[in-house]
């Protein structure tokens, strides 16, 4: 039977990704499994079958310590074929954008990367991306017989764990061809202080903020909700006000909190579209035409220096 395979280097995006699987493949009568590459990766079985797969493959050949990305393809493309897997979703993380083409050469198989959504209509998988530069969105209809599609992390939630755990666990011998690049030193990267795909307050800021001094008063805010930080892609590549891991929209995460409070930014469709899954949008900008508003539950339309001082202040006196 053909299956289904989810591999990320990252747990919670591949537990998002499970769930995803299990949504196509029961719409295509596959089964579904989860890739563990490096030593000791098979003591985390549990937890996959606990969220629904049926197999897990582990591969944990020493040179897949490092997770290098020559090597994961190769560990990857291996795991494929023992599972007979038509379909590999990979989270389309910095790691897995440059993984997914490389697997997909592998297997001879066409690839989509930065998808935002997944589907199944008369047989065939349609998949949902950004298009024209991110200035909109589009879906495509895989033909090709296999597929690798790097999917957004925050696509799909995460489903609730089953007590039940029934799985098996398939340990692959790995025959692996040294890479021609070498590790020759680990630096930690800055990275912000949680997970905002997982966060259920977020509140995001857009180029409505006129200097990074003006963060002060976003804090502030986020304090007081308890939320966390995020922001546009302006503001964390072009200015790096904030780290890349809060990004919001195209090359950046979908989130889907409770509440979602976007401060003085437009909403174009490559923010929009990784922001649907949220509960309640609030939105504060003094542009009443802004396309955010379209998806707002709740607006203010006023200038954020004066709005935001005040929420504040009443979230801080409580009810």
Not at 17 to 41: D, T, Y
Not at 121 to 134: A, D, F, I, N
Request: proline share 3%.
């Amino acid at each position: 039977m053909s299956s289904t395979l989810v591999y990320s280097e990252r747990e919670a995006v591949r537990l998002e990704l499970l769930a995803g699987a299990r949504e196509i493949a029961r719409a295509r009568q596959l089964s579904v499994a989860v890739a563990l590459l490096g030593p000791g990766s098979a003591e985390r079985a549990e937890v996959y079958f606990a969220h629904g797969a049926e197999q897990v493959f582990v591969a944990e050949d020493s040179m897949l310590g490092e997770q290098q990305t020559d090597a994961c393809a190769q560990a990857l493309a291996q795991i494929a074929t023992q599972a007979e897997a038509d379909l590999v979703l990979i989270g389309s993380t910095r790691r897995g954008r440059a993984l997914a083409p490389r697997l997909a050469q592998k297997m001879e198989a066409g690839s989509v990367t930065e998808a935002l959504g997944l589907a199944v209509h008369e047989g065939r998988l349609l998949v949902r991306r950004y298009s024209l530069g991110g200035n909109t969105v589009r879906e495509v209809a895989i033909t090709s017989p296999k597929a690798v599609i790097a999917v957004v992390p925050g696509t799909f939630e995460v489903a609730q764990a089953d007590a039940k755990v029934d799985g098996a666990v398939v340990r692959v011998p790995m025959a692996l061809t040294a890479s021609r690049a070498r590790v020759v030193e680990h630096k930690k990267k800055q990275v912000g202080a949680a997970n905002i795909e997982q966060a259920e307050r977020v509140v995001c800021i857009g180029r409505g903020v006129e200097k990074r001094e003006d963060l002060q008063i976003i804090e502030a805010l986020v304090k007081a909700l308890e939320g966390e930080l995020a922001g546009t892609r302006p503001l964390a590549y072009e200015f790096g006000w904030i780290p890349e891991d809060r990004m919001i929209g195209i090359s950046g995460k979908a989130v889907r909190p409770q509440l979602y409070v976007a401060v003085g930014l437009s909403g174009q469709i490559q923010h929009a579209a990784s922001i649907r899954g949220s509960k309640v949008i609030l939105v504060i900008n003094k542009d009443k035409s802004a396309p955010i508003f379209a998806m707002a539950d709740y607006g203010i339309v006023g200038d954020l220096y004066e709005v935001v001082p005040r929420l504040t202040q009443a979230l801080q006196r409580g009810p």
